[in-house]
T-cell receptor
Framework: EAQVTQNPRYLITVTGKKLTVTCSQNMNHEYMSWYRQDPGLGLRQIYYSMNVEVTDKGDVPEGYKVSRKEKRNFPLILESPSPNQTSLYFC????????????FGAGTRLSVL | GDSVTQMEGPVTLSEEAFLTINCTYTATGYPSLFWYVQYPGEGLQLLLKATKADDKGSNKGFEATYRKETTSFHLEKGSVQVSDSAVYFCALSSNTGKLIFGQGTTLQVKP
């Protein structure tokens, strides 16, 4: 089954404790992206990757890092989480030529205390 | 820059009522337009799309028409069901290929 898998689904952590949210897709997609969803703001793009070893900033990249060492994986790293990063995070993937039709993971709800 | 504006929610309807969720956009050029749906506890999934003016996208009884003259892409359904309860996102594809989302509209359908 074609899917985008995020882990963990729920995470509660404390300010400053480094964390990683994993994302993996099994569709051989070149394009992958991370979004955060906040009430009244919709989805905002954090980072995206057009292919292996190619990443770029989205609209709200501050406080986040990503890497793309393999085509299927695109982890999101919060080196020093802060309470304003409490949010619902989604990973998505698509083909390079079909970026407007993205396949989303089920989401990771993060709370930073 | 490009942007999408949706009507404020939540929208609460009784089963079999008519649904309209308004969406307007601002964009340079001629973007493609989309509606994505997010069911409770799930990620977003594409509901329908339209790639040029006057195109009508449709799926699962939902429809939306690309209106260039009013820069709108309103979502409609003639008779909603409880299972349609979800968050609906209007989006456009910018000239770089990036998806730009509206803020989302929550729909709750009561039996």
């Amino acid at each position: 089954e074609a899917q985008v898998t995020q882990n963990p689904r729920y995470l509660i952590t404390v300010t400053g404790k480094k964390l990683t949210v994993t994302c993996s897709q099994n569709m051989n997609h070149e394009y992958m992206s991370w979004y955060r969803q906040d009430p009244g703001l919709g989805l905002r793009q954090i980072y995206y990757s057009m292919n292996v070893e190619v990443t770029d900033k989205g609209d709200v990249p501050e406080g986040y890092k990503v890497s793309r060492k393999e085509k299927r994986n695109f982890p999101l790293i919060l080196e020093s989480p802060s309470p304003n990063q409490t949010s619902l995070y989604f990973c998505a993937s698509s083909t390079r030529t079909g970026m407007n039709i993205q396949y989303f993971g089920a989401g990771t709800r993060l709370s930073v205390l | 820059g490009d942007s999408v504006t949706q009507m404020e929610g939540p929208v609460t309807l009784s089963e079999e009522a008519f649904l309209t969720i308004n969406c307007t956009y601002t964009a340079t050029g001629y973007p493609s337009l989309f509606w994505y749906v997010q069911y409770p506890g799930e990620g977003l999934q594409l509901l329908l799309k339209a790639t040029k003016a006057d195109d009508k996208g449709s799926n699962k009884g939902f429809e939306a028409t690309y209106r260039k003259e009013t820069t709108s892409f309103h979502l409609e359904k003639g008779s909603v069901q409880v299972s349609d309860s979800a968050v609906y996102f209007c989006a456009l594809s910018s000239n770089t290929g990036k998806l730009i989302f509206g803020q989302g509209t929550t729909l709750q359908v009561k039996p």
